[in-house]
């Protein structure tokens, strides 16, 4: 819509922009959620982090935004032809915003697309799969007496790692010496894991040094450690 604003977003009635020419990142520090953070971080571009329980994601005004009802999610004010931008899912999310920076997405075609491919490893993969033996394991399904479920999902988590465990040998990063938007969409998932489903044995992660030395390359980044608190929980 030509000549669109901030204020013609009905989310900004419930989370109103405090600086109109930032991003505007609707999101809560989880996995999915820091992602876009770290992302914005790591880019500087400036930006408002608006806390969004997750309680939050079914409000009217946060499904005008997302109808899938979940974080994060962004406003450009900038975006592209200069209108307002909007965005969802936190994969095409990194995209963009590497693209609007020119950082972290390699230029070269053939790097670029296997960046992508390792991206939807996590997307398709690591978050799914691990976010389900979070359920079945620590959180609301915990309780299901049935282990199968809970089994299964750690299986595959311990099946991912090995994959990723072969990725890293001799690399600093997925892509090598170059850290891109692959390594800012995985590692948020390991940390998880490892410190908030209490995964380390489960997952077997003794047995994957390479990824926990990358974990470790990733955690020591400035910017991810500020990324990992935005926006606020409370």
């Known amino acids: 819509m030509p000549g669109k604003t901030l204020a013609d977003f009905p989310i900004t009635k419930r989370w109103p922009a405090r600086n109109p020419e930032n991003i505007q990142l609707y999101s809560f520090p989880t ?9 914005l971080e790591e880019t500087g571009l ?5 806390t969004v329980k997750l309680s939050e994601t079914t409000t009217p005004e946060f499904l ?37 920076t020119g950082r972290f997405l390699p230029k070269d075609p053939a790097r670029r697309h296997e960046t992508i491919q390792w991206l939807m490893f996590q997307m398709g993969g690591v978050g799914p799969m691990f976010g389900q033996y ?6 609301g399904g915990k309780e299901i007496e049935d282990p199968r479920p809970r089994e299964r999902y750690r299986k595959e988590a311990v099946r991912l790692l090995n994959v990723l465990e072969g990725r890293l040998k001799d690399r600093a990063f997925i892509m090598g010496d170059e850290y891109t938007v692959a390594d800012i969409a995985t590692a948020p998932w390991i940390r998880a894991a ?10 077997e992660m003794d047995k994957v040094p390479n990824v926990m030395a ?13 990324g990992l608190v935005q926006p606020p929980r409370e």
Not at 194 to 203: K, L, S, T
């Open 64 to 100: 005008s935004l997302n109808p899938n009802n979940k974080i994060p999610a962004i406003i450009d004010p900038d975006g592209p032809g200069g209108e307002p931008f909007p965005l969802w899912e936190s994969g095409a999310i990194l995209i963009y915003l590497a693209e609007k």
């Open 46 to 50: 400036p930006y408002d982090a608006h």
């Open 214 to 226: 990358w974990l470790e390359r990733f955690l020591e980044r400035p910017a991810v450690q500020r």
């Open 31 to 39: 996995p999915n959620g820091v992602k876009a953070s770290i992302m």
């Open 134 to 139: 979070g359920f079945f394991g620590v959180f």
């Open 194 to 203: 490892r410190e908030v489903y209490g995964a380390h044995d489960a997952f």
